[in-house]
Nanobody, 123 residues
Framework: QVQLVESGGGLVQAGGSLRLSCAAS????????LGWFRQAPGKERDFVAA????????YYADSVKGRFTISRDNAKNTVYLQMNSLKPEDTAVYYC????????????????WGQGTQVTVSS
């Protein structure tokens, strides 16, 4: 079992930045693909970013490409999401997740999920 706990969400003005953290426990995350997803009110949960087990490859949704950066620190068992140039449409609950495969953009492949952290971007 892997337990995931997100932190770092909050209220920020458009154009601002936030850094989300997701601390894992239970097992080392080095063997997992780690992803960030988000869900806005009344909408489905969407893929945001992922980093493959080795950390060599990262993937982003088109809507966040160039603004968000995912990274991992296996020594700290933590994955991060640096979010810059935030827009009101980035407002959502952000979830981190872990899965043992290399399929990164489908929530169905992720076995473990955090409880989510709210990000609100005001205009």
């Amino acid at each position: 079992q892997v337990q995931l706990v997100e932190s770092g969400g909050g209220l920020v003005q458009a154009g601002g930045s936030l850094r989300l953290s997701c601390a894992a426990s239970g097992r080392p995350i080095s063997s997992y693909t780690l992803g960030w997803f988000r869900q806005a009110p009344g909408k489905e949960r969407d893929f945001v970013a992922a980093i493959i087990r080795s950390g060599a490859n990262t993937y982003y949704a088109d809507s966040v490409k160039g603004r968000f950066t995912i990274s991992r620190d296996n020594a700290k068992n933590t994955v991060y999401l640096q979010m810059n140039s935030l827009k009101p449409e980035d407002t959502a609950v952000y979830y981190c997740a872990a899965n043992p495969s290399s399929i990164y953009d489908s929530g169905r492949t992720y076995n473990y999920w955090g409880q989510g952290t709210q990000v609100t971007v005001s205009s």
